[in-house]
């Protein structure tokens, strides 16, 4: 059932910050509904969810006229600039934004119908080539372009890590995407105070709390068959 899985992550998240000195709160946890139906979503909600992650935009779009604001949705795939003005609508985080165009594109979106849309950027730690996501070296210029848009808000950093077997072998990605946060949150003079660490899924988000990670982002532990 899924109120019992949620109930079961919820445990796995507490003793992971348990494990790091971390009060419980300190992490919030994203249901990914991409596979789930609306009564799945709405079954979740039900049992506590509070963040929806979606992602494709027209999946979302079909959901929301649905379920609306019960929950907030996030987007954590890929989004094209051509479906900007629907994610604007109807998220709260967009985690995936990967390139200044696109972050100029959500601003313009976000202006139209008079939003501050939060964003975190969307980094590839692990160099993978099949993953979005921008080089970490990418983001002080993404910072100085973006950091003065009046309609976005940049809140944090996302990173999806590899798939492993062995959740320890991707600890690294999650230390370095830590790591970056913390730089450009200490460099001077200061030019944004990241909060948001996306970090962690269902087969790693223990590994990925350990690392600093604030946002996990669950499916399978959660709507798995
Ligand atoms: C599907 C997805 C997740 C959830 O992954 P699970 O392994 O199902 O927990 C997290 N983040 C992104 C970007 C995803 O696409």
Known sequence: MIAEKIELVTRRISSACEKSGRSAESVKLVCVTKTASVEEINEAIGAGARLLGENRVQDAVKKYASIGNKAEWHLIGHLQTNKARDAVRIFSLIHSV???RLAKEIDKEAARINKIQDILVQVNTSGEASKFG???GSLENFIKETVLCPNIKIKGLMTIAPEAGDPETVRPYFRALRQLRDKVNGSKPAVCNLQLLSMG???DFEVAIEEGS???RVGR???GR
């Open 201 to 203: 899924m269902s087969g």
């Open 221 to 223: 532990a959660i709507f």
């Open 214 to 216: 604030n946002m996990v």
């Open 134 to 136: 921008m080089e970490p």
């Open 98 to 100: 990967d390139s200044v």
